[in-house]
């Protein structure tokens, strides 16, 4: 775990941007969210027919 180059590089890339941890889980809930708002929209929402 701690030998993992891939999460050193992660966890350094967010600390570097001053983006917490919490606030990166925060942002990716907000985008599924959103992106199953969408979906539910467009489910609902009718569509033209063209003959």
């Not at 001053?18 to 569509?47: C, D, Q």
Request: charged share 5%; proline share 4%.
């Amino acid at each position: 775990m701690y030998n993992n180059p891939a999460a050193t590089v992660g966890g350094g890339a967010l600390a570097s941007t001053g983006i917490g941890v919490m606030t990166s889980v925060w942002l990716g809930l907000a985008a599924f969210a959103l992106v199953a708002l969408g979906t539910a929209v467009m489910r609902i929402v009718p569509r033209g027919h063209r003959a």
